[in-house]
């Protein structure tokens, strides 16, 4: 037909369609890349320009040598500094760009070596501007706030930082006297590191706070005459470092059984039995219980560690009374276990109606201890956290008292069976379970 002839004619055509659209589309791709090119080229160029500019602005920094003017020098050197990241990052753009063109990579050595040139500015500078921002944010900050630990870190780098630059600095006499200028000013700071690390000790309280007043026969404390660090020197309190260092480091060991017990405590919070169904009895056991062994006898050895301790003073009757708990436990479970044990054997023995009628004696002695296990398993698996449970009124007296009489149930238990082995002397071979299986029938 007309419609089938043309369509015919028309599916001749699209391969020539097909390589006009592609070579119209390479030719796109040629532009784009060309264009691409150019753009980067320019790019290039404005690099180059602004490489010129910093390198001129790092090769003028000498002329910087005056304190005075850190408040202008030192967001200078800074964004000098991100300048010289930025640069970098941008060279690799360049080369990473050039490989995709098929480009020889350019050297941008350059931006490595302005970088290196201007190391020591930027030790000098800003290791200066961030110890004048400190020292005064230090000083006015309220007492409490203040993070020593962070500070000797701080100190401690700047000083460092400060020491390289000057020695860098030894052909430009003004830049070395600042690093050196201010070397001096953070010497005269550290003498009240010890001294600030020792007052904010997070284990001091209200009793050493009496007691270091005592000591300097005059009061001192947060809140009240020690508000800042100027407090600190205003009171003289580098001169009694001695005297507060040693009631701080009293305070120190004090706490470290303080925060060992409440993080004792807080773990026991959420440990917890696992008690699952046991067959088909209606009733529980203990399962697993290696996790909260571990962590009793690792707790154990603590709390008879630091009750050893002559910093426990404080702490001395809490430490008791969790170590009374702790080993209580541990005689709760030896004794659950024990009894576990046995109830476990003895139960499908004793769920026998023939083995009661032989056996009435242990059969009652095995009921009451049954009842006993299943009402005190009812309320371990409704409230199995281990601290709770372990407080129940005469836990360990039941167990014990349960195990004594259930190793009475399996001794007349024995001692039933060995009776009708001596009537029967083929019952020799059988062992016990066999034996209870073939009287139970």
């Known amino acids: 037909s007309d419609e089938q002839f043309g369509d015919k004619w028309e599916a001749y055509g699209w391969p020539r369609r097909i390589e006009d659209k592609v070579?119209?589309?390479?030719?796109?791709?040629?532009?784009?890349?060309?264009?691409?090119?150019?753009?980067?080229?320019?790019?290039?160029?404005?690099?180059?320009?602004?490489?010129?500019?910093?390198?001129?602005?790092?090769?003028?920094?000498?002329?910087?040598s005056s304190l005075d003017d850190i408040g202008t020098i030192g967001p200078e050197v800074r964004n000098v500094v991100q300048k010289l990241k930025d640069f970098a990052e941008q060279a690799k753009k360049f080369q990473s760009r050039e490989i995709l063109f098929g480009l020889e990579q350019t050297d941008y050595d350059r931006v490595a070596r302005i970088a290196k040139t201007f190391e020591p500015y930027a030790q000098l500078w800003v290791s200066a501007d961030d110890w004048l921002t400190w020292h005064k944010k230090w000083l006015s900050d309220p007492f409490e706030s203040l993070d020593p630990?962070?500070?000797?870190?701080?100190?401690?780098?700047?000083?460092?930082?400060?020491?390289?630059?000057?020695?860098?600095?030894?052909?430009?006499?003004?830049?070395?006297?600042?690093?050196?200028?201010v070397k001096r000013q953070i010497d005269e700071f550290k003498p009240v590191m010890p001294v600030l690390l020792a007052l904010r000790n997070p284990g001091l309280r209200d009793r050493h706070w009496d007691k270091m007043s005592a000591d300097l026969d005059f009061k001192i404390k947060p809140g009240e005459n020690l508000n800042s660090l100027t407090d600190v020197y205003r009171l003289n309190l580098v001169e009694q470092e001695e005297t507060l260092t040693k009631v701080c480091e009293s305070a120190g060991k004090e706490y470290a059984i303080e925060a060992a017990m409440d993080k004792m405590e807080k773990e026991w919070a959420g440990q917890c039995f696992e008690i699952v169904e046991y067959r088909e009895t209606g009733t529980h056991v203990l399962k697993g219980s290696d996790d909260v062994q571990q962590l009793l006898d690792d707790n154990i050895v603590m709390t008879q560690a630091m009750s050893f301790s002559p910093f426990n003073k404080p702490h001395k009757e809490r430490l008791e009374k969790f170590g009374i708990k702790l080993n209580l436990m541990s005689e709760i479970i030896e004794q659950w276990l024990n009894c576990q044990r046995n109830w476990m054997y003895l139960e499908p023995i004793f769920s026998s109606d023939d083995i009661m009628k032989q056996l009435p004696a242990e059969g009652q002695k095995f009921r009451a201890c049954d009842r006993q296990w299943r009402k005190y398993l009812k309320q371990a698996f409704d409230n199995p956290t281990c601290l709770e449970f372990c407080d129940t009124p005469d836990l360990l007296g039941m167990f014990s008292q349960s195990y004594n009489v259930l190793e009475q149930v399996q001794k007349g238990l024995s001692d039933y069976l060995e009776t009708k082995r001596q009537s029967f002397a083929r019952f020799y071979f059988l062992s016990n379970e066999e034996l209870l299986e073939i009287l139970s029938q």
Not at 37 to 52: G, H, I, S, T, Y
């Open 23 to 64: 070579g119209e589309v390479e030719a796109q791709i040629v532009k784009d890349r060309n264009g691409q090119q150019d753009e980067m080229k320019r790019e290039q160029v404005d690099f180059e320009q602004a490489l010129d500019d910093i390198e001129q602005s790092v090769n003028g920094f000498h002329q910087h």
């Open 149 to 181: 630990e962070q500070m000797e870190k701080d100190v401690g780098e700047t000083w460092r930082a400060l020491f390289k630059a000057a020695k860098t600095f030894a052909d430009l006499p003004e830049c070395q006297a600042c690093a050196e200028e």
